[in-house]
């Protein structure tokens, strides 16, 4: 069991939870989850919390492979005014900020997000860590090798398990020096790895429970499940829901996903099964 302190409010992940993505951007890979709208963004979140979603995670910026990367106050001007109505709308939803640009950080909590949700790890933005520690709010830390603009270029490791073992320890650490207490730790599948990549650390998810930390798994529709299959981003649901079965099996605390449905149907599943008396 984890508990996490959002903003005076406790999140507490005593079984696996759900984080719902609603991309307030016109290029994310997947086209069901982008909106466009602050009335489109409600719906949408109302629709993820009535079907269990515990978190809504905001991104105002794609980080596909290839995207374009835009300006802190672009993003801004994104997700301000949604995410200030979704807290209004929502109180009892839990936030989060996916983003790397500090400022944008800073003004999505003022605004009610209480998680931030970096896949740099800190080295996009120098005044990241700083800011995440004055705020006193839960960070994701994400791995990821190069930039989103880079990252899908000959990526390669000595051993993925093992090479992303040693970065959480280290940055765990690194983190404890700016007084972050509170980390979700996530692999960051399809960023700076390949397909072989993904199902190597999928494979092996279990060996990060030594972090003793909550897991984030976000391999939603992603090229891994598609590519594999010979589909696309939009016919990828059933693949997402087993690869998600799987890393519920293997330790994941929080499934990101754009289909809130099926994932809560995968964690009811697994805990009757882990409740059943052989």
């Known amino acids: 069991m984890y508990t996490l302190n959002c903003k005076?409010?406790?999140l507490t992940i005593d079984e696996p939870v759900v984080m719902g993505i609603i991309n307030i951007t016109p290029d994310s890979f997947y086209s069901g989850s982008r909106q466009q709208t602050i009335d489109s963004v409600l719906f949408q979140a109302e629709k993820m919390l009535e079907e269990g979603a515990t978190i809504l995670d905001i991104g105002g910026q794609s980080t596909r492979p290839g995207s374009e990367q835009i300006s802190a106050a672009d993003e801004i001007s994104r997700i301000k005014a949604p995410i200030s109505a979704?807290?209004?709308?929502?109180?009892?939803?839990?936030?989060?900020?996916?983003?790397?640009?500090?400022?944008?950080?800073?003004?999505?909590?003022n605004a009610g997000a209480s998680i931030i949700n970096d896949?740099?790890?800190?080295?996009?933005?120098?005044?990241?860590?700083?800011?995440?520690?004055?705020?006193?709010?839960?960070?994701?830390?994400?791995?990821m090798q190069?930039?989103?603009?880079?990252?899908?270029?000959?990526p390669q490791y000595t051993?993925?398990?093992?090479?992303?073992?040693?970065?959480f320890i280290q940055q765990r650490d690194r983190l404890k020096e700016y007084g972050i207490q509170e980390v979700i730790m996530d692999p960051g599948f399809g960023f700076g790895k390949t397909i072989e990549h993904n199902f190597q650390l999928l494979q092996a998810l279990e060996v990060f429970e030594i972090l003793q930390a909550p897991l984030l798994v976000g391999i939603s529709r992603k090229a891994t499940i598609w590519r594999t299959l010979q589909t696309s981003p939009e016919?990828?649901?059933n693949g997402t829901t087993v690869l998600n079965t799987v890393a519920?099996?293997?330790?994941?605390?929080?499934?990101?996903?754009?289909?809130?449905?099926?994932?809560?149907?995968?964690?009811?599943l697994m805990q009757a099964l882990k409740m059943a008396k052989v």
């Open 146 to 154: 190069g930039t989103p603009q880079s990252m899908q270029v000959h």
């Open 248 to 268: 519920l099996f293997k330790g994941a605390a929080i499934l990101r996903v754009h289909d809130v449905k099926e994932a809560v149907e995968s964690v009811k």
């Open 8 to 10: 005076g409010r406790m």
């Open 86 to 109: 979704l807290h209004q709308r929502f109180p009892e939803a839990f936030i989060s900020i996916d983003t790397y640009y500090a400022s944008v950080a800073m003004e999505a909590v």
């Open 235 to 237: 016919a990828a649901l």
């Open 159 to 167: 051993n993925i398990t093992k090479d992303l073992l040693a970065f």
């Open 119 to 143: 896949i740099s790890a800190g080295t996009l933005d120098a005044d990241m860590l700083p800011t995440v520690a004055a705020l006193k709010v839960p960070y994701v830390l994400m791995h």
